[in-house]
């Protein structure tokens, strides 16, 4: 069984995108969406009409990614 997209984030990405999504209001979805485990990528649609905020994203969930990528030797995301 594969693990679930949001299992395979590292902990420093989950703090990334909470910081960043920490200026939207507690109650936007976005931010609803990541407590629920929402997987970084899928965020970006939430908040479309910030595209600061879309690039900031996208740009921890590349880091997160490399970071899986450096630690796991032989790490095959499918």
Request: glycine share 6%; aromatic share 6%; net charge negative.
């Amino acid at each position: 069984m594969q693990p679930a997209i949001r299992d395979r984030c590292d902990p420093q990405e989950r703090a990334e995108v909470a910081a960043l999504l920490a200026v939207l209001p507690p109650e936007h979805p976005a931010r609803e969406a990541c407590a629920r485990g929402t997987d970084t990528i899928a965020l970006t649609h939430l908040v479309a009409d910030r595209p600061e905020l879309v690039e900031a994203l996208k740009q921890a969930f590349l880091a997160g990614y490399a970071r899986l990528l450096e630690g796991s030797g032989g790490f095959r995301p499918f």
